[in-house]
């Protein structure tokens, strides 16, 4: 059986209610092709161009990976539990630290789960059906946030000059570069209509990084939007 959007909702709601006393939002769920993780919470820092800052979540899963039920629910309580200590602002002492571990031990030990830390996928997961191929092209955009590190955006091409435009006008960024992406994934970013930074994480940022090309705006890299 596969990850999709209905057996998560389905899944989430009950084990919420069953382990977690309803004390778990509903989240967005984003069913993605790759082969490298099974399932991740995102949570994203959104700074709005008012300078306003809240923290969304999402969950993510892979319909890459072929398992039994039992497994797939064992990795969705998985990622619910990391979606409790984030969500509710708890301290751990890693990201799969002492609460998680707790936590962890006592629902498997509670409910029969079996839930672990690492998700063996070398086997089950299938590549032929998941997209690993770099399919997703985009308009990325970095720039330096005063006080909050670097954001970046993924940007719709048709909204490249507004955004580039409304970024370079805001006087809280510096150094605005643009890049021509081109990955196996966006990671759940949208490509944005509105100018909107996020901070991701330093693994996500050099991964992204990694499959993007400089655009000199001197140059004439507006020929990409043709
Ligand atoms: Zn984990």
Known sequence: MRFDTDFLEERFHYFNHQIFNGKLSPIPFHINHGVSRAAYIRSLR????????YCKFQFHASDAL?????????????????????????????????????????????????????????????????????????????????????????????????????????????????YAYRGSSLYGLPRVRKPKLYNVTETLFSKIMENSTPLDPDTGWHQFLA
């Open 46 to 53: 959104i700074q709005t161009m008012r300078g306003a800052k």
């Open 66 to 178: 072929d398992l039994p039920k039992s497994q797939l629910e064992d990795i969705i309580l998985h990622e619910m539990i990391h979606y409790y200590i984030l969500s509710h602002g708890i301290e751990d002492t890693s990201p799969h630290g002492q609460i998680f571990r707790k936590m962890m031990k006592s629902i498997n030990e509670s409910y029969k789960r079996h839930i672990t830390i690492s998700i063996r996928r070398d086997k089950t997961m299938n590549p032929q059906r998941g997209s690993d191929k770099k399919c997703c092209t985009a308009f990325l955009v970095t720039a330096e946030i005063e006080n909050h590190g670097i954001g970046l955006t993924f940007c719709a091409s048709t909204r490249v000059r507004n955004i580039h435009h409304a970024l370079r006008t805001d006087h809280r960024l510096k150094n605005i570069q643009w």
